[in-house]
C-alpha cells in the first residue's frame, strides 16, 4: 500500500464541489481537507503497491470538474 497526499487548486467559488466530487468518485480517496494557502484542498490517497502514481493524478483527479492545478506529495513511511 503506498500513500500519497494531494493538494489541489480550484476554480474560484467550486472547493466544495470538487470535495464532494472526489469522495462520490474516487474510492481511493481516505481524507479531503479544506486548507489554507495556494491550494484549497488537501485529498489523502491510500493506493495499491502497483499503482502508477503519476497516471492515477492525471487521471482521476485532476480531471475532476473544477481543478485547476495540482501538488502530490508522496509518503515514505508513516509514524504512530
Keep these: ?6 493538494m ?3 476554480e474560484l467559488g467550486r472547493s466544495y464541489e470538487v470535495a464532494d466530487a472526489a469522495v462520490e468518485a474516487i474510492e481511493q ?24 502514481i503519476g497516471r492515477f493524478v492525471a487521471g482521476t483527479v485532476q480531471v475532476l470538474p473544477g481543478v485547476k492545478d495540482t501538488f502530490t506529495i508522496i509518503t515514505f513511511k508513516a509514524f504512530a
Excluded: R
Design 8 to 10: 489541489v487548486k480550484c
Design 1 to 6: 500500500m503506498q500513500t500519497i497526499f494531494v
Design 29 to 52: 480517496v481516505s481524507e479531503v481537507h479544506s486548507i489554507s494557502g495556494q491550494f484549497d484542498l488537501m485529498m489523502k490517497f491510500h493506493l495499491d503497491q502497483d499503482v502508477d
